[in-house]
């Protein structure tokens, strides 16, 4: 099983959105205590819905830690489908039109030719990642969403590990943004490593 303990993480408290149920959009109530084990089961169960997403040919395009719940029990649900659309003609999604997308969380085909599928989705479970292993940060920080952030991107550059994350799952990170779509992980195999590092009785 590979080690997911971070020092002092126990002690961190968060009252970022994603760290709480926000059915009724308010988080005025006593934060709560997030632990690495939070961490590696919220993204186990998000690739876990990603992964019938996948299965029903259903690409979500607008995955982030905005649009996760996080409800009792410790049970994360996928919301905000606005962008969703079905798949079943092509598994690729050609975007028309000028509505505004998620720039900090498109892979390099989505920003260079409006290009979307299952793979993209998968290089936004990155950046989710990223959000959950920094506790709610915003990604890139310091960096405007713009031309010169694409370009950094195409030409090799990749955030670094958030404070909370090991060498293992920021190389997960990594591999969800490669930059060949079909070189990225399926959301059943991040689902599987994810659920490697969870205790027994936490295995789905």
């Known amino acids: ?41 919220w ?22 830690a905005r649009n996760i719940l996080l409800c009792d029990d410790n049970v994360v649900k996928i919301c905000d489908f606005g962008l969703a659309r079905s798949m079943y003609k092509s598994d690729n999604y050609k975007k028309k039109g000028e509505a505004p997308l998620p720039f900090k ?8 030719d409006n290009v979307f599928s299952t793979y993209s989705d998968v290089w936004a479970y990155g950046i989710v990642l990223w959000e ?9 920080p310091g960096m405007e969403a713009n031309q010169e952030l694409y370009n950094k991107l195409r030409d090799g550059y990749r955030m670094d590990k958030p404070q909370y994350s090991n060498q293992d799952i920021y190389d997960i990170m990594l591999n969800c943004w490669n ?23 936490m295995r789905d």
């Open 105 to 112: 969380w498109l892979a390099l085909e989505c920003i260079s």
């Open 132 to 140: 959950l292993f920094s506790l709610g940060k915003v990604p890139y």
């Open 43 to 64: 993204a186990s169960q998000i690739a876990s819905g990603m992964e019938y997403l996948a299965s029903r040919k259903v690409l979500h395009g607008d995955l982030a």
């Open 179 to 201: 930059v060949k779509p079909d070189s990225r992980p399926s959301f059943k195999d991040l689902k599987s490593r994810f659920n490697a590092m969870l205790p027994d009785e």
């Open 1 to 41: 099983m590979t080690s997911v303990e971070v020092e002092d993480l126990n002690t961190v408290n968060s009252n970022e959105p994603l760290w709480r149920s926000n059915y009724g959009m308010d988080y005025k109530g006593p934060a709560r205590s997030v632990n690495t084990t939070d961490l590696v089961c």
